[in-house]
């Protein structure tokens, strides 16, 4: 007997694509997504990007720099990329800070004039010595933890004479001086030490001990009072946007099953004009879900929703506007809602997952980085942070009201031509 | 009682007068749907104020025949013209209402936001729709339930809305696929009364059913369809006499094996189903020969009837099938 249901279950299950989806596929997939985010066995480690400017030009300076230029997990930047072919100036600090702002970087060094006079110091007695000044953008919580310890660690590996030499001043200082015979095997040493840097030898460190003056500053995000909200509530937002429009947009099928589709194109309705409504409907849906999001995060998680009102309406309703087109495309690729369902939930938590909603995409390998961005959700998801986090104009949005609009046209275009199954027999 | 339908519906701004009077005229109608042809030349003309009823069994092909007229079937060949205009015109979309077989409403949606729903489909507005909408549900006898949600209207009831649905842009051409499938006798009753309503307000009406007794009452003229073709067409008499002339029915029924009864029923140009034997006699006296016969072959009679051929049997006799086959 017990044999016998368990018979009818695998056979119904066989028949049930998108149950075995689900139950074998979907886990598969999600295992290796976050396997290739948080395990080991990567092709790509994710680098973190910095922008440094050498406002000394000292050969301690010069160093410095080339000592982060050495170190394989940075991609330093000193100058902008080219445009058009055509290289551009050096950052300056204050174009600097606006490339932290404007996401180019999470983080820039800025070492300052005068740096190389004093650049290291042990202990308390560095008041002298001019700081390192680092822009963060503190959106990326990894990125500025790193900079900052690598910056230490590039001291100790980059400027080892200087070090030494700093040292014996202080045994000069403190000490009484060495003798003749001890300052000939100092000099040997430091010789020595510079023949190494020369090579190109690195040698591991502690990155702590604050060999090198450091002042951060939060260069975006400053001021808010609950800087992670806005992401999450714009990433949350979009996986929900898209799970509540695709259950909408199965209303169709559920209109194809009971006939009445049938009778609505056969009054002046047309499927053109049907599907329209359809999108429209789903669109405000969306768009009136990411207005309770936000709305939720301003009462209750201190978001400044209302001074970027201009900048959310134009994201909202072209999220909304590609989610909305992207529930019709599934609605007009599935026969049945449970196909709908399965197919859905699949896709979506996949798009999720890979386009930062779920966790930051900077968390991710390059790789999926850029895989994310065939996603929805990180092109919604960017737009937003620049509007919430960023405080960049409405006009710096061009590029994700210009994918997402293009999305919802070409989602919407093929659920057309898809839908012609249901418009005649 | 049932409310006059036609008695004050307002003239629908979205209907214009259109080019023919004749409601509904297919020719040399086909369609196939891979190997099965399930329209093969169908011809038929509904005259204004007309009822036709469209009678066959299952997969006859009367729903595809209708589903063409409305639209959603592309046919292969022939041609479809409803008051003139092509099947799948705005025109003929503005002049003909679809009962569907289905329920085809909005389950979440009450009584009256379902009708308010499909005049809006069909381009009504304002007062026009109020009005309609009014009409419609006193003509369904579902006024009193106008705020009530579809989903839980009794089957009776959502046949009734389903059939307002259809009229409510006072269409002048009315397509009815089997309007009383799974309704109680009661229910069914109810329906009659609404379509003799539409009858005797002038709106012609194709209705397809495979009962024939409903055929009988509400149909001017009958066209019996089957395997996709309309094998006769007429009023209930001309179909009897074309089919039986004079002849009367002869049921005889039989005990004993159903083999060999159907074997000697089919020898003396019968028909037997169930050991149920049916004759064609051209005059009563030819029965007590078929008698004679029957005993001759050793079948034990249990009793035997004369019958005035109705249209099953004239559908028994042109398909050799049962109706509801």
């Not at chain 1, 190389?116 to 390192?132: A, H, Q, T, Y």
């Not at chain 2, 002048?172 to 307000?201: A, Y």
Request: proline share 4%.
């Amino acid at each position: 007997m017990i044999s016998a249901i368990v018979r009818t279950a695998v056979v119904s299950l066989r028949r049930d694509r998108g149950a075995l989806a689900l139950s074998f596929l979907l886990p598969v997939i999600f295992f290796s997504i976050f396997a290739v985010i948080f395990g080991g066995r990567r092709n790509s480690t994710p680098k973190v990007a910095v922008i440094i400017v050498d406002e000394d030009h000292s050969p301690a300076s010069q160093r410095l720099v080339q000592g982060f230029q050495h170190e394989g997990s940075l991609v330093v930047k000193t100058r902008p990329e080219p445009v058009r072919g055509a290289e551009q100036h050096e950052y300056t600090a204050v174009s600097a800070e606006a490339a932290v702002k404007a996401g180019a970087a999470p983080v820039a060094l800025i070492i300052p004039r005068g740096f190389g006079e004093n650049p290291i110091s042990f202990g308390p007695g560095g008041s002298d010595r001019l700081p390192v000044r680092m822009l963060e953008d503190s959106s990326d919580m990894v990125a500025p933890q790193v900079i900052a310890g690598l910056l230490q660690k590039v001291a100790m590996t980059s400027m080892p004479d200087l070090m030494a030499e700093q040292g014996s001043k202080y045994f000069d200082q403190y000490a009484g001086g060495l003798t003749r015979e001890q300052r000939d095997r100092l000099e040997q040493g430091l010789r020595a030490l510079r023949e190494r840097r020369g090579s190109g030898a690195s040698s591991s460190g502690s990155s702590d001990g604050g060999i090198i003056a450091v002042t951060t500053r939060a260069v975006v995000g400053e001021n808010k009072d609950n800087p992670m909200v806005s992401f999450y509530a714009a990433a949350i937002g979009v996986m929900f946007l898209l799970f509540t429009t695709s259950g909408a947009a199965g209303s169709l099928l559920d209109e194809a099953e009971s006939g009445t589709l049938d009778r609505v194109l056969s009054s002046r309705v047309t499927m053109t004009r049907l599907l329209l409504g359809k999108l429209t409907f789903n669109s405000l849906l969306a768009f009136s879900q990411l207005v309770l999001m936000f709305l939720w995060g301003w009462a209750v998680f201190q978001l400044d929703f209302w001074s970027h009102i201009p900048g959310f309406v134009i994201m909202g309703v072209c999220t909304a506007m590609a989610v909305a087109a992207f529930g019709m495309l599934l609605a007009s690729v599935c026969r049945t809602r449970a196909q709908l369902g399965a197919l859905s939930t699949l896709l979506i938590l996949v798009m999720s997952s890979i386009g930062g909603s779920m966790f930051p995409r900077f968390l991710m390998p390059e790789a999926m980085q850029k895989a994310g961005l065939l996603t929805i959700n990180a092109w919604a998801i960017d737009g937003f942070t620049k509007i919430f986090w960023r405080d960049e104009p409405v006009s710096h949005l061009w590029p994700q009201v210009l994918v997402l609009v293009s999305v919802a046209i070409i989602l919407f275009v093929i659920a057309r031509r898809l839908a012609r199954r249901w418009e005649y027999t | 009682m049932v409310k006059s339908y036609e008695e004050s519906l307002l003239p629908s701004a979205a209907i214009s007068i259109p080019v023919s009077s004749v409601p509904l005229r297919v020719e040399a109608l086909v369609k196939r749907f891979g190997q099965l042809t399930a329209l093969d030349g169908v011809t038929l003309e509904l005259g204004t104020g007309e009822c036709l009823g469209l009678l066959g069994p299952n997969g006859a092909g009367k729903s595809t025949l209708i589903r063409s007229v409305v639209g959603r079937v592309i046919p292969d060949s022939g041609t479809i013209s409803v008051f003139g205009a092509p099947a799948d015109s705005m025109l003929a979309r503005s002049t003909l209402g679809w009962i569907p077989q289905e329920l085809a409403l909005y389950p979440r949606l009450t009584c009256r936001e379902n009708l308010q729903s499909f005049g809006r489909y069909h381009g009504l507005s304002g007062e026009t729709l109020d009005r309609n909408v009014a009409l419609c549900l006193a003509w369904a006898t579902l006024a009193d339930r106008a705020g009530e949600l579809v989903k839980n209207l009794s089957g009776g009831m959502k046949r009734r809305l389903n059939m307002a649905a259809g009229l409510i842009h006072q269409p002048k051409l009315v397509l009815m696929d089997e309007p009383t499938v799974g309704v109680d006798p009661q229910s069914r009753n109810h329906i009659f009364e609404m379509i003799e309503n539409l009858r005797s307000e002038g709106v012609s009406i194709i209705y397809t059913t495979h009962y024939m007794e409903e055929a009988e009452r509400l149909c001017d003229r009958i066209a019996i369809i089957d395997h996709g073709k309309i094998i006769a067409h007429g009023t209930n008499a001309e179909l009897v006499r074309k089919t039986f002339g004079s002849r009367s029915q002869v049921v005889a029924r039989f005990a004993g094996a159903q083999d060999r009864i159907a074997h000697w029923v089919a020898q003396r140009g019968g028909h037997a189903v169930d050991g149920t034997a049916q004759f064609t006699v051209e005059h009563p006296t030819e029965i007590s020969s078929l008698l004679e016969a029957s005993a001759r072959a050793g079948l034990e009679l249990v009793d035997v009837s004369l019958r005035k051929p109705n249209l099953e049997l004239v559908f028994l006799q042109l398909t050799g099938r049962e109706l509801r086959d």
